[in-house]
């Protein structure tokens, strides 16, 4: 049998809710439902469901950034939350992530070059000269020009501070990558780039993707699976084929029909 890289057992978020002028009654929401899902080396898992179903509470469980309310994750069958300091250090670097929002996940005061030499130095993976050169592999890799190694975030455009958001998870070589809707604020071209690189990166390195994203197309030319997640529960997954041809939810059935709808507008880019 091959070991998970990455494991989560029936985890679930509750958040509470903040009462407000509309809402006396605050309440508690069930952002992530009794998941589970495991990744081994060179699996690609596409997550797909509507805005506020918890995907990028469950992605932020999965890399340790939010404490699940039950259930527990596994990085190579051992849990970060109770492994020693160091030892946590390596199960964290294992597992990456690209965040959803770029501007709020990058420090505004780092440059690109001090961004992206941060995660070599917490890991000690290269000094002097060869961490400038792994930078500079690193922004190649994610074609950005060597130029922007010196720009603070606020100098970038969307697209460009989302690729040095997945350079930054890059650098320290994971084994799995957990991508936040990558392609969502870039132009087409350079999205089919990053989707290149990603496909490269799961095919050579076997490097575990879970890719999240609302848009189908991409996630059935990318991922083996996909999971399908709708208020907080996974309500469906299987290989990609099997649940693009033969869905079995009706709600799975509603994106792939609203996805081949897009594709059909003729107003649709
Ligand atoms: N820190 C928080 N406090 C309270 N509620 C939260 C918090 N973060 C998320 N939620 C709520 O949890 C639910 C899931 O949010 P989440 O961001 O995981 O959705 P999502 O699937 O990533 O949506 P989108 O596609 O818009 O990015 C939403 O109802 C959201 O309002
Ligand atoms: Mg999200």
Redesign the pocket.
Known sequence: MTEALLDAREVSKT?H?RAGVFQRDAGT?R??DQVTLSLTAGDTLGLV??????????AKILVGLVAPTAGAVFIRGQSAARASRSKRLSLKRAVQFVF?DPMNSLNPRMTVEETLSEPLAIHGLAHGDARRQRVRELLARVQLPLTHAGRLPRELSGGERQRVGMARALAVDPEVLIC??PIASLDVSVGAQILELLRGLCAQQRTALLF?S?DLRAVASLCHRVAV?KE?RLIESGPTEALLTHPRHPYTELLIRAATLDLDTPTSK
Not at 49 to 58: A, Q, V
């Open positions: 958040y809710r929401i952002a992530v469901g509507e805005s506020g179903c918890g995907k990028t509470t469950l959803q936040d809707e999240i609302h997640m907080g």
